[in-house]
C-alpha cells in the first residue's frame, strides 16, 4: 500500500529565507508524487508534479521539488519565502495509472514572518 | 475552462437531516473523486468514480453515505442520516483520462448540529 509522510506539521521561516518541506513516500511501483498547496477557506491547488523524467520538477510560485528514489524523498523547496507563501501544504502519491486516486500525507503549515 | 464546481459552499443542519453535496466536474475529465477534510484525519479519499462507474468506495465511512454520478457532468454525495462527527469539509476533485493532476473544486464546509 502506498503511503506518505511530511515531516514536521509546522514550519516557520523569515520572509526571504528558504523554504524546505520534507516529503517521503512508500509505493510498490513507480509513483506519481504532488505538491499541493491550499490556502484558508479554498480547495487545493496544483504546485507541481512529478511523473516520469526529469528529477527535479519546477513548479509554480517559484517551488520545486525533487524526486529521490534511493532516498523516497520529494521535497519542496523554495529558495526565498514571500509572505504570500503562507499555507497550508499537501505532499501526495499515487499508482500513476489513469483514474486512480491520490494518497496525501498530513500537511505541513507554512508560517512566513516578516 | 471552469474549474471543479461544488455546491453548496456551506451547509448547516441538525443531526438526522439528509445532506446532497454536488459536484460538476470539469468538461473532458472522465474521474472523479469526492475527498473529506478533517482535522484530525486530514485529507481522506471517500469514493472514486472512472467514467460513471464507481471504482473504489472502501473509503465511505458508512452506509449512511452514498454517491452517484447519473452523468459524466454531475455527481452528489448523500448523507442520510447526518451526525456531528460527519462536520468536515468535503473536497470534489476530477482528472482527465490520462492521469493528469487532479483538480479541486473549492469544497463544501458541513456542520451537523
Known amino acids: 500500500a502506498q503511503s506518505v509522510t511530511q515531516l514536521g506539521s509546522h514550519v516557520s521561516v523569515s520572509e526571504g529565507a528558504l523554504v524546505l518541506l520534507r516529503c517521503n513516500y512508500s509505493s510498490s511501483v513507480p509513483p506519481y508524487l504532488f505538491w499541493y498547496v491550499q490556502y484558508p477557506n479554498q480547495g487545493l491547488q496544483l504546485l507541481l508534479k512529478?511523473?516520469?523524467?526529469?528529477?527535479l520538477v519546477k513548479g509554480i510560485n517559484g517551488f520545486e521539488a525533487e524526486f529521490k528514489k534511493s532516498e523516497t524523498s520529494f521535497h519542496l523547496t523554495k529558495p526565498s519565502a514571500h509572505m504570500s507563501d503562507a499555507a497550508e501544504y499537501f505532499c501526495a502519491v499515487s499508482e500513476g495509472q489513469a483514474g486512480t486516486a491520490l494518497i496525501f500525507g498530513k500537511g505541513t503549515t507554512l508560517s512566513v514572518s516578516s | 475552462d471552469a474549474g471543479v464546481i461544488q455546491s453548496p459552499r456551506h451547509e448547516v443542519t441538525e443531526m438526522g437531516q439528509e445532506v446532497t453535496l454536488r459536484c460538476k466536474p470539469i468538461?473532458?475529465?472522465?474521474?472523479l473523486f469526492w475527498y473529506r477534510q478533517t482535522m484530525m484525519r486530514g485529507l481522506e479519499l471517500l469514493i472514486y468514480f472512472n467514467n460513471n462507474v464507481p471504482i473504489d468506495d472502501s473509503g465511505m465511512p458508512e452506509d449512511r453515505f452514498s454517491a452517484k454520478m447519473p452523468n459524466a457532468s454531475f455527481s452528489t454525495l448523500k448523507i442520510q442520516p447526518s451526525e456531528p462527527r460527519d462536520s468536515a469539509v468535503y473536497f470534489c476533485?476530477?482528472?482527465?483520462?490520462?492521469?493528469?493532476?487532479?483538480?479541486f473544486g473549492d469544497g463544501t464546509r458541513l456542520s451537523i448540529l
Open positions: 468538461s473532458g475529465h472522465n474521474s
Open positions: 512529478y511523473t516520469t523524467g526529469a528529477t
Open positions: 476533485a476530477s482528472s482527465r483520462p490520462d492521469n493528469q493532476p487532479q483538480h
